[in-house]
């Protein structure tokens, strides 16, 4: 009889043990690690060629949206710009000559249409052309810093040559937490991030939340969104914790306590 009361008061204490140690868990994973971020990243290319003139920006240095990143030698393209222009302004020339005369019933139908259509195919070169004169120079799609230069002030290049790296100023923090966090964690809910390389303290709002839960690991990605990226870099690492967790309730603890504890 001893031995069936020993064994059952083993397995009660057991159980206890396991639920005091969920919630002690479930406390600790409010408290996470995080990767910094950048919300944009690109590698910029060239899209003509030509010798790079200039480099606005070195490794390291940041740029604001729009800021000329690098130009190409746009000489020819400018000559053909003004070419095609010149070509342009002569076929409008024989347009306008072909209505005049055709109201005057010395023209035909088709003459005409064969001149408009020689001003539309010249206005596409045109545009072509004069888009060619803005790809040499290249500009910031976003404001961000240099990460590597790819390419040297007076190299040759041609299109899709890789001229620079760049990353976003905008940074977002991602952690991986666990996927019954699902069942209170939400958008908008606020990250208080611990970055380690600088000890920093910094604010954090969750925008986004894996699609998919690992079923190995049953975890899932989240990403918030840092509200303050002045001294913080992409590749750093934080102590992520989650205010809005919810906490091991005593009122569960007395009730789990009071259900497993044996009999007197």
């Given at each position: 009889m001893n031995r069936y009361v020993s064994s059952w008061a083993s397995t009660a204490g057991l159980a206890v043990?396991?639920?005091?140690?969920?919630?002690?868990?479930?406390?600790?994973?409010a408290?996470?690690?995080?990767?910094?971020?950048a919300l944009y990243s690109t590698t910029i290319s060239?899209?003509?060629?030509?010798?790079?003139?200039?480099?606005?920006y070195r490794e390291g240095e940041s740029f604001k949206k729009g800021a000329t990143?690098?130009?190409i030698d746009c000489t020819s393209y400018a000559a053909e710009r003004d070419r095609v222009a010149a070509k342009l302004a002569s076929a409008q020339?024989?347009?306008?000559?072909?209505?005049?005369?055709?109201?005057?019933?010395?023209?035909?139908?088709?003459?005409?249409d064969l001149a408009r259509l020689s001003?539309?195919?010249?206005?596409?070169e045109l545009r072509a052309a004069r888009a060619n004169v803005a790809r040499c120079n290249i500009n910031a799609p976003f404001a961000g810093r240099v990460n590597s230069l790819e390419a040297s002030l007076g190299q040759s290049t041609k299109p899709q040559d890789k001229l620079m790296t760049?990353?976003?100023e905008e940074l977002n923090a991602r952690v991986i937490v666990p996927a019954n966090w699902l069942s209170w964690l939400k958008k908008g809910d606020t990250v208080n991030l611990s970055v380690s390389e600088t000890g920093t303290p910094v604010t954090a709002h969750v925008v986004r939340i894996g699609a998919a839960v690992d079923p190995v690991s049953h975890t899932i990605p989240i990403w918030a969104r840092l509200d303050k990226t002045a001294d913080l870099r992409p590749g750093m690492t934080a102590r992520a914790a989650f205010p809005g967790a919810p906490k091991a309730g005593k009122d569960n603890t007395d009730d789990t306590e009071q259900t497993t504890k044996p009999a007197s």
């Open positions: 043990a396991a639920v005091i140690g969920v919630g002690c868990c479930a406390n600790a994973a408290a996470q690690r995080a990767q910094i971020e060239s899209e003509v060629s030509g010798r790079i003139d200039d480099i606005g990143l690098a130009s020339a024989k347009r306008d000559n072909q209505e005049q005369l055709a109201r005057l019933e010395s023209a035909g139908k088709l003459e005409v001003v539309n195919e010249t206005s596409a760049i990353v976003g």
